[in-house]
């Protein structure tokens, strides 16, 4: 894709999405009724907790306003791809130009596989210059691989970079 625009990627939990409610409401579901966490957190009951991440949603906005391509790359399962994009697109009002998300049944930690799905956008030409999340062992493991990508690390409804 040559002259296509930068890209900016962005996780969704943590960074567009405040998911505090819903790990809340998981953790004491999983353990009343003897769940699975991960089943229970990514349940379509519980998705409706989420509320939009203030800062993560005005970083989404200006990099689409100031030209940049936005992904999204989150360790959600590929059978929320509709909900995250309509999520996405509820919370910032910007449709991303891809969106990447775990194979059904990847039981992988977080680290493995985002920076396995940012491999697989840059495999499909994005030119990511930037890459939001919420989990400094992600952000480790990208700096590791891909240590030309500038990281930043969102805590709260604030990020710095990392």
Same mark, same amino acid.
């Given at each position: 894709?040559?002259?296509?625009?930068?890209?900016?990627?962005?996780?969704?939990?943590?960074?567009?999405?405040?998911?505090?409610?819903?790990?809340?409401?998981?953790?004491?579901?999983?353990?009343?009724?003897?769940?699975?966490?991960?089943?229970?957190?990514?349940?379509?009951?519980?998705?409706?907790?989420?509320?939009?991440?203030?800062?993560?949603?005005? /970083?989404?906005?200006d990099a689409?306003?100031? *030209?940049?391509?936005?992904?999204? +790359?989150?360790? $959600?399962?590929? &059978?929320? #791809?509709?909900?995250? /994009?309509?999520?996405?697109?509820?919370?910032? *009002?910007?449709?991303?130009?891809? +969106?990447?998300? $775990?194979?059904? &049944?990847? #039981?992988?930690?977080?680290k493995v596989?985002?920076?396995?799905?940012? *491999?697989?956008?840059?495999?499909?030409?994005?030119?990511?210059?930037?890459?939001?999340?919420?989990?400094?062992?992600?952000?480790?493991?990208?700096?590791?691989?891909?240590?030309?990508?500038?990281?930043?690390?969102?805590?709260?409804?604030?990020?710095?970079?990392?």
């Amino acid at each position: 894709m040559p002259n296509e625009p930068l890209t900016k990627a962005f996780d969704v939990d943590g960074v567009i999405a405040d998911v505090s409610q819903r790990l809340a409401a998981a953790r004491e579901l999983a353990e009343y009724y003897g769940h699975d966490f991960w089943e229970v957190f990514f349940s379509n009951e519980l998705l409706s907790l989420d509320k939009p991440r203030h800062a993560g949603v005005k /970083l989404v906005r200006d990099a689409h306003i100031e *030209g940049f391509r936005v992904i999204i +790359i989150t360790g $959600r399962p590929n &059978r929320l #791809r509709d909900f995250t /994009l309509k999520q996405v697109i509820s919370y910032t *009002g910007v449709k991303p130009d891809a +969106i990447y998300l $775990r194979r059904g &049944r990847d #039981r992988r930690s977080a680290k493995v596989v985002k920076a396995e799905l940012l *491999g697989k956008a840059l495999r499909d030409g994005f030119e990511v210059i930037e890459y939001h999340d919420d989990s400094e062992d992600v952000l480790r493991e990208i700096k590791a691989k891909y240590p030309w990508i500038t990281l930043f690390l969102h805590v709260g409804d604030t990020f710095q970079k990392y």
